[in-house]
């Protein structure tokens, strides 16, 4: 009987093995079906979307199938981005060192495509220990703002206190300058030396530096004048020039 029982035992339990097994290739199965009938693009309809899109069927992306209003829509939204991307640039470009990364806004179009529709660029003004230097970030950051084509409205603030920044840094500077001026103690007096604290006042009876006085030169000019003009006249009176018979320009002559 033992014997007997001992053989009937493991038969018994490979019986209830098999139905286990048998059991989980009908669970696995169930599973794999479902899973199957998920994925079928008749029940995912974001499936079914990109299989149309894939074979040509979904024909949404044609642009003649747009509305007009969707058209222009379109049409703003890359003329937007292109401006956007243009006066970011710009603000990068000049601010150079100062200015951080572009940081841009998207808008999706009627076309799925992703438009920039807003920007911004981070600039670090930090002042520096010495004004001029300091000075000189916040000219830059002024010259950042002020470089794309057509300045927002927050450019224009950002300027507007740069330039405010600029003139409270040189009236502090100014003011430390004014506190403490450099040779202030010193002696600045300046000794001019006598001859030229003489009178230089010209006075015509005095000897000049020609050696003789004014009235005696403006004689000698005179005499010379004179001494030439009579010299001319005989010339010409011994050329057979008549004074009586000549014209009167020639008389002037």
Partial sequence: MRIA??????????????????????????????????????????????????SGKNQKLVKDDYTPEEKKQIADLAQADREVRAHEQAHKSVGGAIAGAVSLGFTEGPDGKRYATSGEVSISAA??????????????????ALAPANPSAQDLKVAA???????????????????????????????????????????????????????????????????????????????GYKSFVEPAFSQTA
């Fill in 161 to 239: 206190s740069a330039v405010s920044q600029i003139e409270q840094v040189r009236a502090k500077a100014a003011a430390e300058v004014e506190e403490a001026p450099p040779f202030a103690d010193e002696d600045t007096t300046i000794e001019v030396p006598e001859r030229f604290t003489l009178d230089t006042a010209l006075d015509p009876t005095k000897e000049t530096i020609f050696g003789r006085n004014l009235e005696q030169l403006m004689k000698e000019r005179l005499f010379a004048k004179a001494t030439a003009t009579y010299g001319a006249t005989k010339a010409m009176v011994a050329n």
């Fill in 127 to 144: 002042p520096a220990s010495d004004a001029e230097e300091t000075i000189a970030i916040l000219e830059r950051v002024r010259q950042a």
């Fill in 5 to 54: 029982a001992s053989v009937v035992q493991p038969e018994r339990l490979y019986q209830q093995d098999e139905r286990k097994r048998q059991q989980l290739r009908k669970e696995a199965g169930d599973a794999y079906k479902k899973n199957a009938d998920y994925f079928q693009p008749a029940k995912n309809s974001a499936l079914a979307e990109l299989e149309q899109l894939l």
